[in-house]
């Protein structure tokens, strides 16, 4: 799920498991490290980010458990190769 929260995005991801989960996307070159997700105490991943106005796709990237589409977001895109993007707009006015 994201939200907006001020002038910064909030990425949460309901997932207890895992060592390690981040925020993947156009928005900083599909790292699979840029952008953390922290645990907090009731298991949810949260992060969050300052973007630019515009549309945006990501995934959120478990390490050992590979990727994961967040379907709770503004919308998702299917690609060619089946998999599906999570997309997040942004609007001019944040």
């Known amino acids: ?3 907006c929260r ?3 995005y909030e990425f949460r991801l309901e997932r207890a498991e895992g060592e390690a989960v981040y925020v ?3 928005f900083n070159g599909w790292s699979t490290d840029a952008l953390a997700m ?3 105490t009731n298991g949810q991943w949260v992060a969050r980010v300052r973007l630019e106005a515009g549309t945006y796709h990501f995934r959120y990237y478990v390490a050992g458990g590979g990727w994961l589409t967040d ?3 503004f919308g998702v895109k299917q690609h060619a190769d089946g998999h599906w993007d999570s997309v997040l707009h942004v609007p001019h006015n944040n």
């Open 1 to 3: 799920m994201v939200t």
């Open 6 to 8: 001020g002038n910064e």
């Open 24 to 26: 993947a996307g156009d």
């Open 38 to 40: 922290r645990r907090g």
């Open 71 to 73: 379907f709770a977001a």
